[in-house]
């Protein structure tokens, strides 16, 4: 006898996800079945949940729950939820186009430090012609990255084919692909900072992680790096980021992600003449690969097997 799709539940404080996924529920039909919160479902029913930035008793209601997706690349939001308990899986989106997304999203800031594209729009909106010698080479701009996942490892074997050094950075030793140079733990961490112009963050946010993006860290950069922020608001001190600016230690940074988002409109962040600013839209995952998680994880919970893509809850990720 073919067995009834798994019952998933859209448990969410700050988007409307049955209206977001709107079309992938549609494709989904038949193949996984969708309610609401608190919508008279029998809560027993409920094997699995569609999650970002859940209610603090949002698993609490649910006692069979198997496993929670998030729709990003992230699952912080749902790992720090207080009634998120143990036996329960939290999956997360992983997508080959995301990482490429977000490699010419850094590359991009890379190579405007480089070649001082800041300088000449300033020059243009100052009318001034005035050449820069066409700024240094690939090779003389050494690039740092924090965190050597999927999103990391594809950055950084983009920009070191374009002829950058590259150095990354994780929290345990991992085999890196040719013009890639691996480093780890706190001395590790120390000798790649120390050796990293630019300084790409791609960490997951975990307890270790949060304030990372700090005027110690800075400090053991050369003067005069460049930060590029695309990780988790939470991994930044911004005041830091500020003095790291106003000392010269920063020459620039290219922020995504903020503590508070939409930025408050009042944040000295937004004319700030060294910092280029993006609403956290450095990348995202499609609505194809968010359905694609759903399903793969309503038939894992169905025949009682561990979800692909499931977050390691001991490491944050």
């Known amino acids: 006898m073919p067995t009834s799709p798994a019952t998933c539940v859209f448990l969410s404080r ?16 038949g193949k996984v079945h969708f309610v609401d ?4 479902t029998d809560p027993a029913r409920v094997d699995m949940a569609v999650s970002w930035h859940p209610h603090a008793d949002a698993f609490d209601h649910y006692p069979n729950l198997k496993a929670a997706c998030s729709i990003g690349a992230g699952a912080d939001s749902i790992l720090n939820c207080p009634s998120l308990r143990d036996g329960i899986d939290v999956v997360r989106v992983v997508e080959p186009a995301q990482a ?8 991009w800031n890379v190579i405007y430090h480089q070649r001082q594209f800041g300088t000449y729009l300033q020059n243009q909106r100052d009318h001034v012609w005035k050449r820069l010698g066409g700024g240094r080479r690939p090779s003389e701009v050494p690039i740092g990255i924090l965190g050597y996942g999927a999103i990391g490892a594809r950055v950084a074997s983009d920009l070191a084919m374009l002829g950058f050094p590259v150095r ?8 890196t692909t040719p013009g890639v140079t691996g480093f780890h733990g706190s001395d590790g961490l120390d000798v790649m900072l120390a050796g990293s112009e630019v300084l790409v963050n791609l960490l997951p946010l975990t307890e270790e992680t949060r304030g990372i993006l700090n005027a110690s860290l800075f400090a053991k950069m050369p003067r005069g790096s460049y930060l590029i922020q695309v990780g988790r608001g939470e991994h930044s001190v911004e005041q830091d980021i500020l003095d790291a600016l106003a000392s010269g230690q920063l020459s620039g940074a290219t922020l995504d992600v903020f503590h508070t988002e939409p930025l408050p409109k009042d944040h000295p962040f937004w004319s700030h003449p060294q910092i280029v600013l993006t609403p956290h839209d450095a990348c995202e995952v499609t609505m194809t690969a968010i359905g694609d998680t759903i399903l793969a994880t309503a038939e894992a919970v169905k ?7 499931s977050v390691d809850r001991s490491r944050g990720y």
């Open 303 to 309: 025949v009682g097997v561990q979800p692909k893509d």
């Open 37 to 40: 919160h608190l919508d008279g």
């Open 168 to 175: 990354v950075w994780s929290r345990s030793a991992k085999p």
């Open 100 to 107: 490429q997304m977000m490699s010419g999203f850094v590359i």
């Open 14 to 29: 700050t988007i409307n996800l049955r209206k977001y996924l709107t079309n992938e529920i549609a494709r989904l039909d």
